[in-house]
Nanobody, 118 residues
Framework: QVQVVESGGGLVQPGGSLRLSCAASGSIFSIGAMAWYRQAPGKERELVARITTGGDTSYKQSVQGRFTISRDNAKNTVYLQMNSLKPDDTAVYYC????????????WGQGTQVTVSS
């Protein structure tokens, strides 16, 4: 059994900041890449940021320079620091973890709501 739990969402004004956290626990013996996706109402889920085991990062173009993804391998945790937030960033944010338990699989969290509004 593997659990992936996100936290840190909420309501913030345009221009504000939020930090999302995501921790993986349970029967997971090794963790590979970790990533954040988001899904706005009526839209498809999209990749926001990704980080490899070695710390290489990649970002959706519209968040480049505003969002920063990082990870703490000792805690099996990934973070998403979001600055200069815009109303278009409003979405449910999901964390995904590639983990090894007999085979490599992608594990998803339940999502955390981020709302950017004045």
């Amino acid at each position: 059994q593997v659990q992936v739990v996100e936290s840190g969402g909420g309501l913030v004004q345009p221009g504000g900041s939020l930090r999302l956290s995501c921790a993986a626990s349970g029967s997971i013996f090794s963790i590979g890449a970790m990533a954040w996706y988001r899904q706005a109402p009526g839209k498809e889920r999209e990749l926001v940021a990704r980080i490899t085991t070695g710390g290489d990062t990649s970002y959706k173009q519209s968040v480049q320079g505003r969002f920063t993804i990082s990870r703490d391998n000792a805690k099996n945790t990934v973070y998403l620091q979001m600055n200069s937030l815009k109303p278009d960033d409003t979405a449910v944010y999901y964390c995904t973890v590639r983990g090894y338990n007999v085979v490599w699989s992608d594990y998803w969290g339940q999502g955390t709501q981020v709302t950017v509004s004045s």
